[in-house]
């Protein structure tokens, strides 16, 4: 599929959807505490859609069951909410929120932590993040796409840490996942040379141990093999003349 290139009036409209996507952060950020269950997260996020008038992109997409993606500790991605999966103290939980508004997708993620976390799992969080800015930072006209991945990669083994392989950042726009694939590992100076007005969903998932995954009989949620723990920081942003411009930040 080609790439699809945004206006400058598409991104503005995109920048509002990215705000109202933060501002929904702000909320759960607000809400999340030890002895919630997933489903009580997800329940909260629906309000959250409802009351700033917007969609959750991720229910009914390839049949994902539930309206935002909730995985902790050792789950990397596509958690489903469910009310036997409790939040604990010591828990590092990452909230993967899609929204879709004026006819344009918006994707964030961010990991929290749950009271008392360990060293190590607060370290994961913080390499994780700075990794996404690394990433962010060559999101610049003239730039090959995989410079990004590279400075993500780089950051990360620098850390000690390992990238997922088998789930990798996207295109997005008018459907929520588009061309081109945004890898978080490879080498420098390959794929297409960015361009103004490529919008993009960058979104290292960074584990302490192997980036060996399994999937759970549920279908969709995907684990460690070891047991290790995960963190995943996503945001979209948009290439302009003026350098990246981070559209889910308030
Ligand atoms: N942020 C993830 C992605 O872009 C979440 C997708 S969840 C799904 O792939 F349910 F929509 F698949
Ligand atoms: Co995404």
New binding site residues.
Partial sequence: MAIELKTKDEIAIMREGGRILSKIFNEIERILKSGMTTYDLARRAEEFMNNYNVKP??KG??G?PEII?VSINEEI??GIPSTKKLIEDGDIVSV?I?IEYKGFFL?S?KTYAIGDVSPLALKLIRVTEEALWRGIEKAKVGARLSDISWAIQEYVEKNGFNVIRD?V??GIGRR??ESPNVLNYGPPGMGPVLQEGLVI?I?PMVVTGSYEVKILNNG?TAVTVDGGLSAHF?HTVAITENGPQVLTID
Avoid: M, Q, S
Wanted: proline share 0%.
């Fill in positions: 992109a991720f997409y390839r994902y993606c991605v596509h993967d899609g994707d993620a789930f950042g996207h929520l996942h969903a979104e969709w996503e």
